[in-house]
């Protein structure tokens, strides 16, 4: 799909920019542009892609693409988004004034394959880019990005042959094991904290990646694309204006959306065949039997349909993810400590439990003895109260797999609310 956007306003704008000595002396270097916009936004906790969400009359995306066009004029704009997902991308754009064409591709399962599908992409539209020619690679999310920091990494590129944005932290850093223990006090006035657009001549990066594509290697950014294939990046200086939208906090307090609150139903089902020799769990409580559970884990029907539950409303997938049964390590593993492990993950998202309502279908033995119990060692795993806890069981009637004590089976559905 390719927008083709009205010409008036840029006109305009690129008139009243001529007066601008850094912008006079790199006008004529020609220049594409790569928005990175493939991400699935997890850390802001699912629902809309922070790319689509409202900014200033528009959205974080048409934002972010107005600024740049209305700062430069490049040849071409190539945004990389969801795949299948470019009549979306489309509808967060909305109008945008410029001369500029733009250009959706779909991106990949990493960043980094997103932005070697877009330079491909840049290769087929622009093949008579020269060694000259010049490409910046940027977020979708930092809308926040200055005219001066486009114009800088530019020319710096047009000069040294890739160029990055950068601050310097302000915070002092320290290298650790990876456990917590600090093993090396790094020189704070020898680090650079750095953004995005990231600059580079075009041709090179295109043979950088195709070659980092095949070495089994994964990038965090394109500048070590470029420093392993190419050679050293130039730094100009950033702003700390120019942050990138990863949590909800990041969006500018009175934003459009400020003060609501996000709600999301979860459900999660498991079935377990019942065995002799295994311990029945329910809720992370041995119930005494004479089976239990037939499962890789310790077969905790109910845990395991919670954790499903929780992962499905907070948009993280599910249990077999987490935890696949074909890796050993999970082996007899405790449920609860799998639940809490994913739990922990869901609240440093910001998501609250609003309730808990699960139901067993079990023959035997009776639930409604251990029901508190349960409640409370689920409400314990959660760090919640038990009045959000309710867990009910039904027989089968002595009908199907269930009635004839051949299997417990449970249902599980959850609110999330941030």
């Not at 004529?28 to 906790?45: H, Y």
């Not at 988004?81 to 979306?88: H, N, S």
């Not at 932005?115 to 979708?140: F, T, Y």
């Not at 965090?220 to 190419?230: K, L, N, P, Q, S």
């Amino acid at each position: 799909m390719i927008l083709t956007t009205d010409s008036t306003q840029m006109t305009t704008k690129t008139t009243n920019k001529s007066s601008d000595p850094q912008l006079s002396t790199s006008a004529v270097i020609p220049a594409a542009l790569i928005i990175v916009a493939a991400g699935a936004s997890t850390r802001m906790g699912g629902g809309i892609k922070k790319e689509y969400l409202p900014l200033d009359g528009g959205t974080v995306l048409s934002k972010n693409v107005q600024t740049c066009i209305l700062s430069y004029h490049f040849t071409h704009i190539i945004i990389a988004v969801p795949a299948g997902g470019q009549q979306d991308a489309q509808k967060a754009l909305g109008t945008i004034s410029g001369t500029t064409a733009i250009t959706f591709v779909d991106g990949g399962s990493t960043r980094q394959q997103s932005v070697c599908n877009a330079l491909d992409k840049l290769q087929e539209l622009w093949p008579q880019a020269g060694s000259d020619a010049v490409v910046l690679i940027h977020d979708g999310a930092r809308p926040f990005v200055t005219p001066r920091i486009i114009q800088d990494v530019i020319a710096k590129t047009a000069e040294t042959g890739a160029a990055v944005p950068a601050l310097q932290p302000t915070d002092t850093q320290k290298e650790t094991d990876g456990n917590g223990i600090i093993i090396r006090h790094l020189q704070r006035d020898r680090l650079a904290a750095v953004q995005t657009p990231q600059g580079f001549t075009f041709l090179p990066l295109l043979k950088a990646h195709h070659k980092a594509a095949g070495d089994g290697r994964t990038y965090t950014d394109d500048t070590e694309i470029w420093g392993a294939y190419t050679g050293p990046v130039a730094i100009v200086p950033g702003d700390s204006c120019n942050k990138k939208i990863t949590y909800p906090e990041d969006m500018p307090a009175g934003n459009d959306t400020q003060g609501e609150t996000m709600t999301r139903i979860g459900l999660g089902y498991d079935l377990h065949r019942l065995t002799p020799g295994r311990r029945l769990m329910l809720g992370g409580v041995h119930i005494p039997f004479d089976k239990g559970e037939d499962g890789h884990s310790d077969g905790d029907v109910l845990l395991h349909a919670i954790t499903d539950a929780l992962l499905g409303a907070a948009g993280m997938g599910d249990i077999g993810a987490f935890f696949p049964p074909s890796d050993p390590q999970w082996k007899d593993a405790d449920s609860a400590v799998l639940l809490k492990t994913v739990w922990d993950r869901i609240t440093e998202n910001r998501w609250q439990l609003g309730n808990l309502d699960c139901v067993i279908a079990l023959e035997q033995p009776k639930f409604l003895p251990w029901r508190d119990q349960v409640r409370e060692s689920i409400a314990g795993i959660l760090g919640v109260s038990p009045e959000q806890i309710f867990v009910k069981a039904k027989t089968g009637e002595k009908l199907g797999k269930i009635g004839r004590g051949e299997a417990v089976e449970v249902w599980a559905t959850c609110l999330l609310e941030k």
